[in-house]
């Protein structure tokens, strides 16, 4: 079964990251995919002119392979970009701990014959989101100077794989 839309995960739900504290032991949530994010540091660590923030401007739950995509997106950026020799740093500065449930209904010829529809509707775990407030920093760039509008365009690209409006704000170290 293909992957839902993300406009059914985005509205902040309670937090689910794991079962309630009356049980005895703290019981995890079972089954619980990894997240897609590859990597949350990359580039090299050095000291930097510059530090440009991608910044969510409302409150959002933001999905682990949007999350990935948008890293995906800004590293090519940068890599298209930057001169030889100039390096960066980038990090995303989030983490995807809530747990997203899908209550799977069957499809296709006679699904309707054994359908159960909303009863006992909890659902399985099928992936992790970022639970993002307003005004949260969500990735980081680290650039030189002459960099910055590379690392501007890029942040731009990774803007458009989240699911809320983002600002870009640049720091001078």
Excluded: W
Excluded at 28 to 51: L, Q
Excluded at 150 to 173: G, Q, S, V
């Amino acid at each position: 079964m293909g992957l839902r839309p993300g406009r059914c995960y985005r509205k902040l739900q309670r937090p689910y990251t794991r079962q309630s504290m009356r049980v005895p032991k703290k019981g995890f949530v079972k089954g619980v995919p990894k997240p897609k994010i590859s990597a949350f540091e990359s580039g090299k660590k050095a000291k930097y002119d510059a530090r440009l923030f991608l910044i969510a401007e409302r409150p959002v739950q933001i999905r682990h392979n949007a999350l990935e995509s948008a890293r995906v997106s800004a590293i090519q950026g940068m890599e298209k970009g930057i001169t030889r020799g100039n390096t960066f740093f980038m990090k995303i500065r989030i983490y995807p701990h809530h747990v997203l449930r899908e209550n799977a209904l069957a499809t296709g010829a006679g699904a309707d014959r054994f359908q159960q529809g909303m009863r006992q509707s909890f659902g399985k775990p099928i992936g992790t989101a970022a639970r993002v407030r307003k005004n949260q920093k969500i990735m980081e760039i680290q650039v030189n100077k002459n960099s910055i509008s590379t690392a501007k365009a890029a942040l731009k690209r990774a803007a458009h794989k989240m699911p809320t409006p983002c600002k870009i704000t640049i720091e001078n170290l």
